[in-house]
């Protein structure tokens, strides 16, 4: 089956470093990935869509310059947090679409100390 | 806009027992696909069950099928033969022409011994 990978699995920095976030689809390419917020106990929230080739789109609210998205090649995406602060903490997701389905990445859980 | 409602925070199950999961929706769009995913305390997002809008025969995966009522938005998973591995977020979701999955806010399942 498609498989998503995400790296780092958990990442901690300090407040006003920036960090990326990894995104590969293994087997498959995808034109388009997406990027996902997720809160502890709580639901996905789209940050962005990822085109390959293009700028990101990003979803209202969603700063774009503090979350910059680079779709570098048909199998990755990667998304970097600028200027952390502790808000930015939280579990980063990404998934890649292909046909009608997306596949998911294990995840990233960043923490900004 | 498409929007995913989930109204039951929280479930238990016997083991063996059957138990059914609640979603409605709302889409204006005439293609569209309904899926259910399951996120297990690894939080790595698994895909459940997919329901093509256009197909009226409701969609099964062994012990997961749903009850897919079109006129009324209704997308219900039911799971049979509840197993201790079956307790995750459960997160009903759909997908129009943009791609973009707009998830519900998820039903928590505890399959008890």
């Known amino acids: 089956g498609a498989v998503v990978s995400q790296h780092p699995s958990w990442v901690i920095c300090k407040s006003g470093t920036s960090v990326k976030i990894e995104c590969r689809s293994l087997d498959f390419q995808a034109t388009t990935m997406f990027w996902y917020r997720q809160f502890p106990k709580q639901s996905l929230m789209l940050m962005a869509t990822?085109?390959?080739?293009?700028?990101?789109?990003?979803e209202q609210g969603v700063e774009k310059d503090k979350f910059l998205i680079n779709h570098a090649s048909l199998t990755l995406s990667t998304l970097t947090v600028t200027s952390a602060h502790p808000e930015d903490s939280s579990f980063y997701i990404c998934s890649a679409h292909i046909i009608y389905e997306q596949y998911f990445g294990p995840g990233t859980r960043l923490t900004v100390t | 806009a498409q929007t995913v409602t989930q109204s039951q925070p929280e479930m238990s199950v016997q083991e063996a027992e059957t138990v059914t999961l609640s979603c409605t929706y709302d889409?204006?769009?005439?293609?569209?696909?309904l899926f259910w995913y399951k996120q297990p305390p690894s939080r790595q997002m698994i895909l459940v069950i997919r329901?093509?809008?256009?197909?009226?025969q409701n969609a099964t995966e062994n012990r997961f099928s749903v009850n897919f009522q079109k006129a009324a938005k209704s997308f219900s998973l039911k799971i049979s033969d509840s197993q201790l591995g079956d307790t995750a977020m459960y997160f009903c979701a759909a997908q129009g022409g943009s791609e973009k999955l707009v998830f519900g806010k998820g039903t928590k399942l505890t399959v008890n011994p």
């Open positions: 329901q093509e809008a256009y197909k009226q």
């Open positions: 889409t204006s769009e005439n293609n569209y696909y």
């Open positions: 990822s085109n390959e080739g293009s700028k990101a789109t990003y």
